[in-house]
Every structure is written in C-alpha cells, then in structure tokens.
C-alpha cells in the first residue's frame, strides 16, 4: 500500500504501476553508511563517490582504471576493489 510521504513538497515523480509516485524531498541520511561506488574512476561516479563522501559516507570504490581508482582513493580516504573482468 502506497502512503502519503512527508515533507509533502515534491522534487520528481515515476510512473509506477499504481500512476504517479511521490519522492521524498529531503535527501537520504548516508552520514556513517559504508557505500559501494561502481564506475568511480571517472565521470558521473567519481562525482558521486566525492558527493557521498562530503555527506560522511564510508566508501569502497570499483572500476577498472585502475591508475585513476587509485588517485580517487587516496583523495577520498576510500577502499578499492578492482573490477575488471578481463583480468
């Protein structure tokens, strides 16, 4: 059963199923959580890990640039997993 969500201000909205859902528009406490980042030697996930880490997250990156998973590591205090799959 969908409910109402609070705050009633709304940032996005999905179709789902049911029509229109409501999204929060308070952003989701992270501050303390241990998060994996996919993709994070670059682009859209390095500027996701660097965003989640200001937010007092715990980080384990992984992609397959190794040499610039390793500088955003450093940067960010982080642990890595490489994840190349043709190794």
Known sequence: TLRAMEPARVIGHRRGRRGAVRLPSTPMQIQGSTILVTGASGGLGAAIARD????GASLVLTARNVELLDALAAELDAEVVVADPAR
Do not use: I, P
């Open 52 to 55: 989640l880490k200001g937010r």
